[in-house]
């Protein structure tokens, strides 16, 4: 266990619907990340927050919605999906301080858009 | 723009052989290199992280080198067993949180 924790570990949904990704670390972090990874491509980063503020976003379409409410939480709302969304999606955490910002990473939700 | 390159995409081996694992950079300015182990299917595991100002770190059987100005990091694995075997990712962070992924070795260790 990381200390990373995401659920559902496997979601199958159609492109009508909306569902929502959860994350949670109890690391004491103060930086989350969303992570997409398909098959036979690298992890592309899709949003950071740090401190609760957005910093990152990488030129993620607007169908996917990050929300982070708090430090330990972390959320990613999918609605309107086309089929080659469906990946694993990874959420990661770290510290700020420092010049560490080792990444910690969950186990991520294998999502599949039919 | 960031590019992370690893070397070979696959590697089979004999269980006991030392090996190494390549990872190239572009961008020399560098915040941290980071190395995971990724079994199919599952999350990330954090192996070894090196800071810019650090030239190698180690744990058990894993050593992990950094040379930011030719912009390569390699992994070695002494004394490979079949639990060894999973896909072995490099990340490397230009600035503070943002990580570029290479896309992998998946490594086979044989009984």
């Known amino acids: 266990e990381t200390g990373v924790t995401q659920t559902p570990r496997h979601l199958v949904m159609g492109m009508t619907n909306k569902k929502s990704l959860k994350c949670e670390q109890h690391?004491?972090?103060?930086?989350m990340y969303w992570y997409k990874q398909s098959a036979k491509k690298p992890l592309e980063l899709m949003f950071v927050?740090?401190?609760?503020?957005?910093?990152e976003n990488n030129s993620v379409p607007s169908r996917f919605s990050p929300e982070c409410p708090n430090s330990s939480h972390l959320f990613l709302h999918l609605h309107t999906l086309q089929p080659e969304d469906s990946a694993l999606y990874l959420c990661?955490?770290?510290?700020?301080?420092?010049?560490?910002?080792?990444?910690?990473f969950g186990p991520g939700t294998r999502l599949t858009v039919t | 723009k960031q590019e992370v390159t690893q070397i070979p995409a696959a590697l089979s081996v004999p269980e006991g052989e030392n090996l190494v694992l390549n990872c190239s950079f572009t961008d020399s300015a560098i915040y941290n290199l980071q190395w995971f182990r990724q079994d199919p299917g599952k999350g990330l595991t954090s192996l070894l992280l090196?800071?810019?100002?650090?030239r190698e770190q180690t744990s058990g059987r894993l050593n992990a080198s950094l040379d930011k100005s030719s912009g390569r990091s390699t992994l070695y694995i002494a004394a490979s067993q079949p639990g060894d075997s999973a896909t072995y990712l490099c990340?490397?962070?230009?600035?503070?949180?943002?990580?570029?992924f290479g896309d992998g070795t998946t490594l086979t260790v044989k009984p």
């Open positions: 990340a490397v962070a230009t600035n503070a949180g943002k990580s570029t």
């Open positions: 990661a955490s770290s510290r700020t301080s420092g010049s560490s910002y080792e990444q910690y």
């Open positions: 090196i800071q810019s100002s650090q």
């Open positions: 690391l004491g972090h103060n930086a």
């Open positions: 927050y740090s401190l609760e503020e957005r910093v």
